[in-house]
């Protein structure tokens, strides 16, 4: 079923106010929705910079602006820094549990704190059923759900999509309220072992954005790889 990448169709928004920059115009490109998708094309669009949203596979296109770039962990070059060593010793006791989807009450009450006070400036809030559910829980088959538990709190959920050469992280949220675990770095360091333990080559993390806060810290994690000038090139 998979098809060439030059018999897509791909259409771009028109210009609109930059989620991530201030005072920055963006258009984006997406790949034609009614396009058939399975495992493999997901995987080589990745491999050109695309991301999944809900049902939608994406890609920046902005005229004048380059700051959103494609990134990647190649997971066996990998070697957590001592912070990331002792937030991985931190949340070993955390029970993780995987799921079909997160539909549920429990998730979505988590989701919501996670948005209210992480998020409250985005685009996201103020958090809705229907646009979690359209978001997160329309999940394409190579989708994972992943919850962790500390005793009986859910305090983390993170969904990722299994590419042919690796895990993408589509999204995590969680309990902000424990900051003292740094649940979001735990989650980025739990991926690339998982994915190190399936035999898969990368996690893709989306779009590093060096003047963006809440998308730089992606640098941390090295060496990253960065989709430039239309091929991966590694920071060390």
Same mark, same amino acid.
């Given at each position: 079923?998979?098809?060439?990448?030059? $018999?897509?169709?791909?259409y771009t928004t +028109?210009?609109?106010? &930059?989620s !991530?920059?201030?005072?920055?115009? /963006?258009?984006?490109?997406?790949?034609?929705?009614?396009?058939?998708?399975d495992?493999?094309?997901?995987?080589?669009?990745?491999?050109l910079?695309?991301?999944?949203?809900?049902?939608?596979?994406?890609?920046p296109?902005?005229?004048?602006?380059?700051?959103?770039v494609?990134?990647?962990?190649?997971?066996?070059r990998?070697?957590?820094?001592?912070?990331?060593?002792?937030?991985?010793?931190r949340?070993?006791?955390?029970?993780?549990?995987?799921?079909? $989807?997160?539909?549920?009450?429990?998730? +979505?009450r988590?989701? &919501?704190? !996670?948005?209210e006070?992480r998020? /409250?400036?985005g685009?996201?809030?103020?958090?809705?059923?229907?646009?979690?559910?359209s978001f997160?829980?329309?999940?394409?088959?190579?989708?994972?759900?992943?919850?962790?538990?500390?005793?009986?709190?859910?305090?983390?959920?993170?969904?990722?999509?299994?590419?042919v050469?690796?895990f993408?992280?589509?999204?995590?949220?969680?309990?902000?309220?424990?900051?003292?675990?740094?649940?979001?770095?735990?989650?980025?360091?739990?991926?690339?072992e998982?994915?190190?333990?399936?035999g898969?080559? +990368?996690?893709?993390?989306?779009?590093?954005i060096?003047?963006?806060?809440?998308m730089?810290?992606?640098?941390?994690?090295?060496?990253?790889?960065?989709?430039?000038?239309?091929?991966?090139?590694?920071?060390?």
């Open positions: 079923m998979t098809s060439s990448l030059r $018999d897509l169709k791909v +028109y210009p609109h106010s &930059c !991530y920059l201030q005072e920055q115009e /963006a258009t984006t490109l997406f790949v034609d929705p009614r396009q058939p998708m495992q493999r094309l997901y995987s080589n669009l990745s491999l910079g695309f991301r999944r949203s809900g049902n939608h596979i994406y890609r296109h902005c005229t004048h602006c380059e700051a959103c494609p990134a990647r962990i190649p997971v066996d990998f070697e957590p820094t001592r912070t990331q060593q002792r937030t991985l010793k949340n070993r006791d955390l029970i993780v549990e995987k799921t079909k $989807d997160i539909q549920d009450d429990t998730a +979505y988590l989701y &919501c704190r !996670y948005i006070q998020h /409250a400036d685009d996201m809030h103020p958090p809705e059923r229907e646009q979690y559910e997160l829980n329309n999940a394409w088959d190579c989708t994972h759900y992943y919850r962790f538990h500390d005793g009986g709190a859910l305090v983390a959920v993170a969904v990722i999509d299994e590419l050469d690796g993408s992280a589509i999204y995590t949220f969680f309990d902000p309220a424990a900051d003292k675990r740094s649940l979001g770095s735990f989650a980025i360091l739990w991926q690339i998982k994915a190190r333990a399936l898969l080559e +990368y996690l893709y993390l989306g779009y590093w060096r003047d963006c806060p809440k730089a810290y992606k640098i941390q994690y090295r060496p990253l790889e960065l989709y430039l000038n239309s091929r991966w090139t590694t920071l060390l």
